[in-house]
């Protein structure tokens, strides 16, 4: 079979190429790279990634603008058809923007930027991108971000834990995420956002390589299906 993948790249990204690389490394083959203002995505497309920067200076709202640009209507409608889209940080609050995803990323808790490596703990390992993992399994994920404090009311929040839908959580508070939650996936399970960076734990010369399996999972659940 072959895999197709995409990243995306808006005016600010600065993870593109690791995503990019973090891809080829589980897939073998270099993903299409995509310009914001793109109107239309490859006829074939198994997986899609948005990845973190910040997306037209994070001017109004982080990922406000982004989630505008004229590439993004086709990725929610491939994202609706079942397609696998994975955002990270930047791609996270695009996700929130363009409603494929519940909540909103505000301004972190201390008013700083947060940039080291994190323990996050896998809440559900059933689903596309974390079979890889240990349901309650410890992994050491970098997060460097200044708006990553994830806020959503406690119904939304209520909901997304009985429906398995956090997929990751802070071992300890981090940034002041409501329910320490890092990651969240959409009603359908196609839909991955989350602000830690597994596209920089690929290699244990990077200081960890507990990002890999995220890619492993979902490249072999493609795959496989």
Not at 192 to 208: C, F, Q, T, Y
């Amino acid at each position: 079979m072959t895999f197709e993948a995409a990243v995306i790249t808006f005016p600010g990204s600065n993870c593109d190429r690791d995503m990019a690389v973090a891809i080829e490394k589980v897939t073998g083959k270099e993903p299409h790279r995509l310009w914001h203002g793109d109107a239309e995505l490859p006829e074939k497309l198994d997986f899609i990634a948005l990845p973190g920067g910040f997306s037209y200076g994070d001017y109004l709202r982080s990922g406000a603008m982004a989630a505008r640009s004229p590439i993004m209507r086709a990725v929610v409608q491939a994202a609706e058809r079942g397609v696998p889209v994975l955002g990270v940080c930047n791609g996270f609050q695009v996700l929130t923007e363009t409603g494929l995803l519940p909540g909103a990323l505000m301004r972190n808790a201390s008013q700083n930027f947060i940039c080291r490596t994190v323990e996050l703990i896998v809440e559900n390992n059933q689903t596309l991108f974390t079979s890889g993992y240990e349901a309650g399994e410890v992994i050491h994920i970098p997060v460097a971000h200044h708006d990553g404090n994830y806020f959503a009311d406690d119904v939304t929040l209520d909901r997304l834990e009985c429906e398995g839908r956090v997929a990751f959580r802070y071992a300890q508070p981090i940034n002041g995420s409501r329910r320490d939650i890092a990651g969240v996936l959409n009603a359908q399970g196609n839909v991955l956002g989350m602000m830690p960076h597994p596209e920089r734990a690929i290699e244990d010369v990077l200081g960890s390589s507990d990002g890999l399996r995220l890619f492993e999972s979902a490249v072999g659940a493609l795959i496989d299906a």
